[in-house]
T-cell receptor, first 117, second 114 residues
Framework: GAVVSQHPSWVICKSGTSVKIECRSL??????MFWYRQFPKQSLMLMAT?????????EQGVEKDKFLINHASLTLSTLTVTSAHPEDSSFYIC?????????????FGPGTRLLVL | AQSVAQPEDQVNVAEGNPLTVKCTYS??????LFWYVQYPNRGLQFLLK??????LVKGSYGFEAEFNKSQTSFHLKKPSALVSDSALYFC????????????FGSGTRLSIRP
């Protein structure tokens, strides 16, 4: 089956620094990748839709200058949390699709847990 | 606009008993319905989906879901719960697209007691 990886799985950083999270589709080409965040005991929140070769589409309330998304190839999308602050501490999850058969199923990465001190 | 409702924040079931996690949806056109599971400290996993065909869909880990068009529901079920089924479950009413958005509700936390 299709596999999506995220790197790193855990990151701890100081307030004010920037953190880059990678999302890769390992065995298929993903024209679209989605980025989510999840706070403890809360549901996932869609942050943005990342399309290869074009600008990401951000959901309402998500600061595009804060969360920079780049989808430079069909297998890689990156999310950069710029000037991270403690309130950005969260679980960030990406998903990619369509799968190799062209179906609509989204394949999820394992998530990246960010802790900003 | 697409929306989903999972009316129960938490469902508690004894091991061995049947379980149901409820989901109702509102979509334009034909629904493409998904269930995802998130185990503690792990990423989301796809469980099952309904696109067309039989209303009863079977998925991973012994789960199944029944699509009911008249009631606009897609409840997740399992005949005999396991403690290892304890997790957070999300219903997703994705519309037809090769790259559909995943719009989750609040999720339902399923707790199976031994």
């Amino acid at each position: 089956g299709a596999v999506v990886s995220q790197h790193p799985s855990w990151v701890i950083c100081k307030s004010g620094t920037s953190v880059k999270i990678e999302c890769r589709s390992l065995d298929f080409q993903a024209t679209t990748m989605f980025w989510y965040r999840q706070f403890p005991k809360q549901s996932l929140m869609l942050m943005a839709t990342s399309n290869e070769g074009s600008k990401a589409t951000y959901e309402q309330g998500v600061e595009k200058d804060k969360f920079l998304i780049n989808h430079a190839s069909l297998t890689l999308s990156t999310l950069t949390v710029t000037s991270a602050h403690p309130e950005d501490s969260s679980f960030y999850i990406c998903s990619a699709g369509p799968d190799p058969s062209g179906q609509e199923t989204q394949y999820f990465g394992p998530g990246t847990r960010l802790l900003v001190l | 606009a697409q929306s989903v409702a999972q009316p129960e924040d938490q469902v508690n079931v004894a091991e061995g008993n049947p379980l149901t996690v409820k989901c109702t949806y509102s979509v334009s056109g034909n629904p493409y319905l998904f269930w995802y599971v998130q185990y503690p400290n792990r990423g989301l996993q796809f469980l099952l989906k309904y696109i067309t065909g039989d209303n009863l869909v079977k998925g991973s880990y012994g789960f199944e879901a029944e699509f009911n068009k008249s009631q606009t529901s897609f409840h997740l079920k399992k005949p005999s719960a396991l403690v290892s089924d304890s997790a957070l479950y999300f219903c997703d009413p994705a519309g037809y697209s090769s790259a559909s958005k995943i719009i989750f509700g609040s999720g339902t936390r399923l707790s199976i007691r031994p």
